[in-house]
Nanobody, 117 residues
């Protein structure tokens, strides 16, 4: 039932970098927005970054300037490059893809990012 496949999570020290990748299933048609949410223990899910098929981006204030979202429309993939990581970035990160035509949103399985010290 998983429609988006994520990879790239792991454990890093504060100040380090990670890149998350997400590939949408070929069975998903008409994707407009792709992006990433995250949820830390004891906290609400929050939008981290999003990108439209046209390349417009939006970032949470807490990650702006440190994270970069990019997309390959031909491959139906989206990446999140995370630099200068902080302990407060520790969370499970979920990739999503929005399909307005079907009024539907598809989700990845989640990947754990842990930033120490």
């Amino acid at each position: 039932q998983v429609q988006l496949v994520e990879s790239g999570g792991g454990l890093v020290q504060a100040g380090g970098s990670l890149t998350l990748s997400c590939a949408a299933s070929r069975t998903i048609f008409g994707i407009n927005v792709m992006g990433w949410y995250r949820q830390a223990l004891g906290k609400q899910r929050e939008l981290v970054a999003a990108i439209t098929s046209g390349g417009s981006t939006n970032y949470a204030a807490t990650v702006k300037g440190r994270f970069t979202i990019s997309r390959d429309n031909a491959k139906n993939t989206v990446d999140l490059q995370m630099n200068s990581l902080k302990p407060e970035d520790t969370a499970v990160y979920y990739c999503y893809a929005s399909v307005p035509y079907n009024s539907d949103t598809y989700w990845g399985q989640g990947t754990q990012v842990t930033v120490s010290s």
